[in-house]
């Protein structure tokens, strides 16, 4: 089973009464990026602002090329609580992991260990795997016009 070609992963909590500054002290880290639900968010246009619809947190691992779930799962977990009632006291705002899976051939593939497993499952953290494609980039790129 042939290795994904890179990986992304985000844990993230999500609700209208998620306070950030509370998840980040219960944690025990600071988020690569959290709002409250009300907040004036600013995008990547120039004078493009929208109103948060819930607040969120957010806490990303580094990309990993080739892929390497495991350690993006650790290098996350590892900074943060491991006080199993302090992650319960968090099931309110969906705990999930993000993980985003790009494919570089037409048969890659992805394992984790019971380790891994355990973790996110006594943690109420649910795994959620995006698979993209290698043919999918491809077909988005322009084809040529076929020689007569």
Not at 64 to 85: K, M, S, Y
Not at 93 to 112: A, E, I, T, Y
Request: proline residues 6%; glycine residues 10%.
């Amino acid at each position: 089973m042939a290795a994904f070609d890179h990986s992304l992963v985000t844990l993230r909590f999500f609700g209208d009464d998620l306070n950030p500054a509370a998840i980040t002290a219960l944690l025990g880290a600071s988020p690569t990026a959290a709002h409250h639900k009300g907040q004036q968010l600013t995008g990547n246009q120039p004078g493009a602002v929208r109103t948060a619809r819930t607040g969120n947190w957010r806490l990303s691992a580094l990309r990993r090329e080739p892929e390497d779930l495991e350690a993006q799962i650790f290098e996350i977990l590892d900074q943060l609580t491991g006080d199993l009632a302090a992650w319960k006291s968090l099931a309110p705002f969906r705990p999930n992991l993000f993980c985003g899976l790009f494919m570089g051939s037409g048969n890659d593939g992805v394992s984790l260990s019971p380790r891994a497993m355990l973790a996110l499952g006594q943690r109420g953290i649910e795994l959620g795997l995006d698979i993209y494609d290698a043919v999918e980039e491809e077909s988005a790129a322009p084809r040529a016009a076929p020689i007569s």
